[in-house]
């Protein structure tokens, strides 16, 4: 089973990498942009039973490793 | 209009950071996991008449800036 893992910033975290991308973008004429925000996905391919087990496992690896729960938030979506 | 751009590596092209990931998953136990691959992606907010020509304008920052084309290719996905 696939499943995408997404890491992405609390509200009101400060997210430089997109500030600095919605920056360069403007000045390359794409004043269209309003905002850029960077989100960090893993694809993981994972042998489980069935997805619920799956997705539990997913979780105990965001809160264990993937994710910095201080900052950041997780969402799981299946690939396939 | 919200649109996730999806950065994603070309088949056959090494991607260390989803090796090293899966690498330490698997020594803390989590021994279902059999690949791990990493996407980048940015959540752009842009002001567009039509999706049509948002997407054209996305395509191009693309190709502009956000991918680097020997190695990675893209996807938009609408978010709103």
Redesign the interface.
């Known amino acids: 089973m696939k499943a995408?893992v997404?890491i992405e910033l609390k509200e009101g975290v400060a997210d430089p990498e997109?500030e600095a991308?919605k920056k360069?973008?403007r000045l390359?004429g794409?004043k269209?942009?309003?905002?850029?925000?960077?989100?960090?996905?893993?694809?993981?391919?994972?042998?489980?039973r069935n997805k619920d087990e799956?997705e539990e496992?997913l979780k105990?690896?965001c809160e264990?490793?993937?994710a910095n729960p201080v900052i950041q938030k997780y969402k799981i979506e299946w690939v396939e």
């Open positions: 995408d997404f997109g991308t360069a973008l390359l794409f269209n942009v309003k905002s850029v925000s960077t989100v960090k996905v893993f694809r993981i391919d994972i042998d489980a799956a496992e105990a690896m264990k490793l993937l």
